[in-house]
């Protein structure tokens, strides 16, 4: 065990890294699907104009005030984008997930050609600030700083999430739509506020997560498509509209992805899908989830 | 004076199928209507559909003499409350959670005044409702429907399948509320509460009301009783 751990630790630090930068993506497609029942496939866009903002504000050559300029902007940008794309798929709430998909999906190719055209389809860089730039001994090999201060800031976000949707009356709010909107509506609250601030939510941490895994991730067409199919995997292993199952499901795939990659390069994605059926065949409605996915 | 609600012509159902076939109800300030009839009729759907939880695809319903809307939530802001077949609560969210979101204007109605009527809640104040027995599952949902501070109730089989002890309980919270001068519509099988609580008893049959008498003169005809729904 600790003969492995000391060949493979990089590999599990990078999958908690991997793993933070997961939740903050994932947690507000699951709550956006466990809530509303909308399955908003331009999550993944959302992440990869935080990335294109992170490359154009930050680019390669860091500062502090560009990464942070360029997080707030990924944040309003996201934000935005979450209420547009609240507005988008409100007509289409009591309709089937294919229509949903289809109409986010076209958002997504929409935004990702409008990002080709301005920045072309050569990957682009996008730096750590000063002083996380550098890397640091573990155990003997040279490990990236930044990606310890990505842990950091992910697991901080981690318990503000937590904190905010578990412990506060908004977020029993919140956990009350996940549940049963309708008696939600039969005590006077509008459901359309709640779902258009969670969506916006979930939307500006998923831009935000665009720029913080820039240094990690780059810029670059298709990221999108992986960081959306990532957090699906992620939503579904931890359950609709759990913040737990989501925070459990990140560092979970995290862990595979990385340690997939790492130990069986040949078949990380078989290891990736393979988990995922594993749980599907085991536990239907994901490890937390209250509902079936089946039924979703 | 005009009832305080008061239906007139409703139709409502489901993506095609026509539920509720032209419903005309009235429901006087503190008044007790049972709402009886056999599985099917369309009790839950009428109870729904006033909620603007089902839409109306006909009819009209007025509140005080004005029109009731039909979004769900303006339904409740306007002095409705539901307390639906099945309770549907929200199982992980716990009991003082459920009163903190439920609570809104300012009547009598408040999270301290509803369990000092629900004392057996006080003591299950941070279980989640999915711990709770079915008779303190019911009470928290007749708490959340109080909460709201509602003009009229509607309950919706609210003794299924619970104990004579908490049975009672409901029994005297629809009398409380009915001497405030909240009506209460109550959809039930049980016919001991119905008759004990409510002073009108209406029956229902495939979408329409087909009976509607005082409570004593339903008693007094057992015929239309066993004819209607099938008991003695
Ligand atoms: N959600 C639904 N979708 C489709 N049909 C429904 C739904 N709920 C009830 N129905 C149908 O509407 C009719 C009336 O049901 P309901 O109002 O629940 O009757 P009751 O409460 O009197 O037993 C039944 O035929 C039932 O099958
Ligand atoms: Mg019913």
Known sequence: MGDWLDANLVGVVNGFAIGFLLFIVAVGLSLVFGMMDVLNLAHGALFLTGAYVGAAVVGGDASWGGFLGALGLAAGLGLAGGVLL???????????????????????????????????????????????????????????????????????????????????????????????????????????????????????????????????????????????????????????????????????????????????PDAAPFVLFGSLALVLVLRPQGLFGGRGVARA | MTALLEVRALCAGYAGSQVLDGVDLDLERGSGLGLLGRNGAGKSTLVLTLMGLVPATSGTVRLDGAPLPRRPHLVARAGVAVVPQGRRLWPPLTVAEHLRLAHRGTGTWTPATVL??????????????????????????????????????LLDEPSDGLAPAVVDTIAEVVLRLRAEGVPVLLVEQDLRLAFTVCDEIAVMERGTIVHRAATAAFRADPATAHRLLGVA
């Open chain 1, 86 to 264: 609240s507005a988008l798929t409100e007509p289409l709430r009591r309709r089937s997930h294919l229509d949903q998909a289809l109409l986010t999906l076209g958002v997504t190719l929409v935004v990702a050609e409008l990002l080709v055209i301005a920045y072309g389809d050569d990957p682009l860089s996008v730096g750590a600030p000063p002083g996380l730039d550098g890397s640091v001994p573990v155990l003997g090999a040279a490990y990236p700083v930044y990606r310890l201060a990505l842990i950091g800031v992910g697991a901080l976000l981690a318990v503000a999430v937590f904190v905010l949707v578990e412990r506060t009356d908004m977020g029993a709010l919140i956990r009350a739509t996940v549940a049963d909107r309708d008696m939600v509506a039969a005590i006077g609250v509008d459901n359309r506020l709640v779902r258009v601030r969670v969506f916006a939510a979930g939307s500006m941490l998923a831009a935000t997560a665009g720029v913080l895994g820039g240094p990690i991730y780059g810029a670059r067409p298709g990221l999108d498509a992986t960081i959306l199919i990532l957090a699906l995997v992620v939503v579904v292993v931890g359950g609709l509209g759990s913040v737990r199952g989501a925070l459990v499901g990140a560092l979970l795939i995290g862990q595979v992805d990385s340690l997939g990659r790492s130990l069986l």
């Open chain 2, 116 to 153: 000092d009527l629900l004392p057996q809640l006080a003591a299950r104040r941070h279980q989640p409702a999915a711990h709770l027995s079915g008779g303190e599952q019911q009470m928290l949902a007749i708490a959340r429907a109080l909460l709201t501070n509602p003009r009229l109730v």
